[in-house]
């Protein structure tokens, strides 16, 4: 049978780390309502862990949890060569054009706050699903520091991260 969200009849898998476990099962409600397979992790170092056994196709992270952020945990995964690839969609409460640096600088793919709209959940994760192609052939240009806010952020992200988490950002907005 094949699946909706592929077309190839793969199932996509969706690992959510999540330190609230009543957003975790939120999430995995409507991510399973819409025919996703959901793993979910207490916090990054959990997922990473997880991440050592299998490799899902998009990870939706929170960044404030204990032992390790979210944006760590984007940092750790940019850095492994076999989980790099994998779309991350930032899932959090804070806004401040601040936290979008730092998803910019962690290489997240998706920025999205709380509280968010489902119907817009899935269009950024179905978006992520279609543009994976373009990902994986997409070379990281040269970094470049931004100092904004009293700090300094080197962001080394290639154009098309770049582009989909400003559009995920303003979309949100």
């Known amino acids: 049978m094949e699946n909706k969200n592929t077309g190839t009849g793969k199932q996509i898998e969706i690992l959510v780390v999540e330190d609230s476990p009543t957003q975790a099962e939120e999430l995995r409600y409507i991510l399973e309502r819409s025919d996703f397979r959901v793993s979910v992790a207490a916090n990054g170092k959990m ?40 779309p991350i969609i930032v899932v959090t409460a804070l806004s401040d054009p601040t936290d979008v640096i730092e998803g910019l600088a962690a290489e997240a793919d998706n920025f999205i706050t709380k509280p968010y709209d489902e119907n817009f959940l899935i269009s950024r994760i179905n978006y992520l699903i279609t543009n994976r192609e373009l990902r994986k052939h997409s070379v990281a240009e040269a970094g470049i520091n931004v100092f904004f806010s009293g700090k300094n952020y080197y962001i080394t992200c290639d154009a098309i991260h770049v582009q989909a988490l400003l559009l995920s950002t303003c979309q949100s907005a």
């Open 47 to 86: 997922a990473l862990e997880l991440l050592k056994r299998f490799k899902p196709d998009i990870i939706m992270t929170d960044v404030l949890m204990p032992e390790m952020s979210g944006y760590e945990l984007c940092k750790q995964i940019r850095s492994d060569v076999n989980l790099r690839d994998i």
